[in-house]
């Protein structure tokens, strides 16, 4: 066997899985806005269901169809970037990359609590297993970034989740709901992008002098 296919002892192997971690804490700073954009829509959707529940204006999910109709716009302009569009000078790195992949599994997790919803689960017990899948991807993002914040967030967001899980009104969930993705999404949010710009103000001083 060649030297250079020999195998790797388990030190080395943990040695490369740290590097590769340590590269990506790096080389991947999130400013935030992602958060702070999807925590805003699905607050003010809980929020909007809330007041329709007293109120009655629409039906129970119309709040939720809108939210889904901007979801599915804002999937497809993505797609495009990604696949229609070649912007060759852009340098797409590993930790990138990983996270388009855990994001498209978010998504596609989320698909399947709707249909699951729709199925008969039932919406009180489907939106509290949403906030426990918010709590697992806040978690993984926190740690694979090693964003404090976040990794706090994620066990507040469940925190939310089991209580609900507990629930019978449809508006105590909701209620629920807006206080998980407040915590988990839209304050870390801000704390990210509040880092992000005293980042890059730094880097934009140092640069200049």
């Known amino acids: 066997m060649d030297d250079n296919e020999k195998e790797l002892s388990q030190e080395e ?35 909007l269901t809330v007041i329709n529940l007293h109120y009655k204006w629409f039906n129970l999910f119309f ?13 497809s302009v993505d797609l495009v970037k990604a696949f229609v569009i070649k912007d060759k000078a852009r340098v797409k790195t590993y930790t990138k990359s990983l996270f388009d992949k855990l994001n498209a599994g ?21 939106f509290a297993l949403l906030i426990g899948l918010y709590g697992f991807w806040i978690l993984i993002y926190g740690t694979a970034l090693d964003f404090k914040p976040s990794v706090i967030a994620s066990f507040i967001t469940w925190t939310f989740g089991f209580i609900a899980l507990f629930q ?8 629920l709901h807006a206080g998980a993705v407040l915590v988990g999404y839209i304050i870390p949010g801000h704390i990210a992008n509040r880092e992000f710009k005293k980042i890059t103000g730094r880097k934009l001083k140092q640069g200049s002098v």
Do not use: H, Y
Not at 66 to 73: D, K, P
Not at 107 to 125: D, E, Q, S, T
Not at 168 to 175: A, C, G, K, S
């Open 63 to 75: 709040f939720w169809n809108i939210l889904g109709v901007f979801t599915l716009i804002f999937l």
């Open 168 to 175: 019978t009104d449809f508006e105590v969930v909701m209620l």
């Open 106 to 126: 978010f998504f596609i997790c989320i698909m399947f609590n709707i249909l699951a919803i729709n199925l008969g689960v039932g919406p009180v017990k489907g």
């Open 13 to 47: 192997s943990l040695m490369i899985i740290q590097q590769m971690i340590n590269t990506a804490k790096k080389e991947q700073k999130d400013d935030g806005r992602g958060w702070i954009i999807w925590g805003w829509m699905l607050f003010v959707a809980s929020i």
